[in-house]
């Protein structure tokens, strides 16, 4: 190969491909996207409930703040529908990062609960799960949602 036809890098010669080759990679290393671990902050949501109301949160950064936060909705709406009860008494059911979550009750306190990659499946595995406990009506869904950002 001829002294033109290269480029000369830190006195040896490079040849025109090799040279783009080079170029293109430190442009690919400077536009790429963060890691997959960097982009995906948390995102933790949790379901919360008691026989007399439940609770729920979503996009918390970490596990103890969604499950607080749902624990600490649910506590309000159980007073709001029972004043004078007793706190304390809202358990956490569930809690997920990345996913979507739903819980379904039946008519005499049968619950279930479930988590999956969509709202819908969730929705359809809490009601499964709740009817396996017999409940003279069909399973309903009191909540279902997502936490994925």
Known sequence: MAQSDA????????????????????????????????????AWGAIAATRDGFGYAYSHSTRGAAETAAREQCEQAVA??????????????TAFDHSCGAMAVGNFGEWGIA???????????????????LPT???KV????????
Not at 142 to 149: A, I, P, Q, R
Request: glycine share 4%; charged share 10%.
């Open 7 to 42: 480029i000369m890098m830190n006195d040896a010669p490079m040849t025109f491909a090799a040279h783009l080759l080079s170029c293109t990679l430190a442009l690919l290393a400077v536009a790429a996207p963060p890691s997959a671990a960097a982009a995906t902050a948390p």
């Open 80 to 93: 709001k529908s029972r004043p004078g009860s007793a706190r304390g008494t809202c358990e956490v059911r």
């Open 115 to 133: 988590t999956a990659a969509t709202e819908t499946a969730a929705r359809q595995a809490a009601v499964q799960q709740c009817n396996t406990h």
């Open 137 to 139: 009506e069909p399973c």
């Open 142 to 149: 009191t909540v279902g949602f997502c936490s994925l950002k």
